[in-house]
């Protein structure tokens, strides 16, 4: 029996195989402390695990002041560590807001800290720290205090610079970055007043002090086609140069799968599954078979199998890390895997062998799961499909589509029928449906864009959907009956503050959300089959869909809300998201080993892993909003004068945000062009009431517009209400006559 040097530590035979010399690990670290009535200093700690001071006290020096980076320690102004949790203190990100306050994202779940304007000062958008609870603000916020900065998120700054009375400073095209970086005359290089310029931080920002920088790279002194996505990808920082390591590596990759890495695998080669994916997809992850069996079906979803090809804490994947899943701009990909991976070996293309994870599924005729398995097999894609060319196959039964894939359509048509099925269980089952529009950009000559168009959701899209669902429901099944560490996709229902606020709100227009203090899924989804078909119901569908919290990557399975499943993860496309590439390992690793025993990631590692995921998840999606903002500015700046319909899509203290209706563009009618009134902001109805005339302007209302301004740098449209304009020439009319009349008597 092997005895370890700390055998109350839980962890002590992972330290053991790491070092010669473990130290405690920070897991029982945390626990003493949590057991502690007070911080503990270094010296104390040492004197309690009985530690060398000459040889052993520095090294644990280091794992606590990494662990104090990471934010599960805090260290007092007396030297003393102490939990974050025992001392009132809260970790997560700053989100940043363009008036110069922010919110604190908790790590750990939970309602947003505010921070007013003066603890912003030290802080920039995507900044971690710990902040301390200090109450409750005026309009009934959390507040926090800056404690300490864990982590700076901005490196480099991308935005326009200006030069006045002598001083350069840069001003960030990402707004959420609300201080200006100032830049002194020796540290602006070649830039002029007025180009777009990357500037590097080379002084964070203090209490005392805005940030300083350095200009490090000229853009240009224009918008020119295509710079709009460049520019967000520095604002954001997204990583797109290949390190020199991986490009060495990626050069031995060959063009086809190697026979020896064929072998020990299940052979569904003859299988005729296929890909269905969009008409621009080239990436494609997953590949679909199903036939019929019994009463019921077996359905195969094979999915790339990029961990064969990535292994852990190679120069691979050190760098799909570190980008987290690819980025779709418009026109563009950035992507988290090189392009001989991504679009290569691991991209299920048509009529080539391709290694694969299978996850097998055995569902009745009613469209439940019944039994279901994974397998690394060995494919061979009869076909790559596109959705519109499925749906006319199964849903609209042309018959020159039909005849085009003969061989494949009794397969097909099961594909078809098991959606059927599925649908129906999604349904009995209450997962939540919003219907939102997604749109795409039509780009013409010189990358100017000629429209913009919503992209139709076909039946065939759906049914992939489900599919990934199912495969991705059974694997994180599969794992939580493992007991092994993995990253969940876990979305939560409302707060209390937003159920009371949706509740308001819902009595104003009479209704109602079932389920009392605790609504299920099931209560969101009837509510919504009770108001389709209602003109607010654009009006209802948003105010419950903004009542939902955000969904993210954690170890600790808590359930999908949105999905209305117990257990839930992202299995399906680990080409463009490195969660999914986690999942497969954990799941090969079971496959090899029967067991969760001996593998490699902790749970620490995954609460590490899901966080920075998330974050770059939430960065990819700011920086691609950020990119189609300015193209869609771009478009309507020949517009100005134009009257468009809209509807309001939100509606603020300071005015209302209109998107205008066939073309999707987005900008707001501030207050003090609504003339006549005083108005006035009512949050829980989603509203601005005028004082004296009563008039309201209410989220998804329809209005007349027209676009006044459109500020390229700062990404905003200004429009003007035609109805007032219209309003006010009747009554100067009306007016005019009778003063007309009063002459003519």
Known sequence: MVT???????????????????????EYLMQVLAEHRAPMSLVQLVSYFGLDVETEQDALGYRLRAMERDGQLIRNRRGGYGLVSKMDLVRGRV????????????????EDLYLSAKQMRSLLHGDRAVVRMMGVDRRGR???????????????????????????FVIPSNKRIHQDIAVSPKLQGKARDGQIVVVEIV???????QPIGRVVTVLGDHMAPGMEIDISIRAYELPVEWPAALKRVVTRFKKEVPDKDKTSRVDIRELPLVTIDGEDAKDFDDAV???????????????ADVSHYVKPNSALDKEALVRGNSVYFPGRVVPMLPEVLSNGLCSLNPHVDRLC????????AKGNVRKYNFFEGVMHSHARLTYTAVAEMVVERKRKAR????????????????????????EKRGAIDFETTETQIIFGKDRKISNIIPVERQESHRMIEEYMVAANVAAAEFLLEQKINTLYRVHGGPSQEKLTNVRDFLSEVGLRLGGKGEPEPKHYAKLLSEVSGRPDMHLIQTVLLRSLSQAMYVPDNTGHFGLAYPAYTHFTSPIRRYPDLLVHRAIRHVLAHRSAGGFSYTHEDMVAHGEHCSMTERRADEATRDAVDWLKCEYVQDKVGEVFGGIITSVTTFGIFVELDDIYVEGLVHVTALQNDYYHFDPAKHRLIGERTKKTYRLSDKVRVRVMRVNLDEKKIDFELVEEKTSRSKRRGTATRRRKKGVAK
């Open 4 to 26: 370890f040097r700390y055998p109350d530590d839980p962890y002590a035979e992972r330290e053991a195989g790491k070092y010669q010399n473990p130290l405690p690990s920070r």
């Open 95 to 110: 989100v940043g807001h363009p008036d110069g306050f922010g919110f604190l994202v908790p790590d750990e779940g939970g």
């Open 142 to 168: 959390r507040e926090g205090a800056l404690v300490e900065v864990l982590e700076r998120a901005n490196h480099n700054v991308v935005g326009r610079f200006v030069v006045k009375r002598g001083l350069g």
């Open 203 to 209: 002084e964070q920002p203090s209490w005392r002090s």
């Open 289 to 303: 078979y199903c036939e019929r069996h019994g009463k019921g079906w077996r359905l195969l979803v094979a999915i």
């Open 357 to 364: 994870l299978v996850c097998e599924l055995f569902i009745t």
């Open 403 to 426: 005849s085009q894939f003969k061989s494949l359509l009794p397969h097909l048509d099961d594909l078809y029928e098991l959606y059927n099925a599925l649908r129906s269980q999604r």
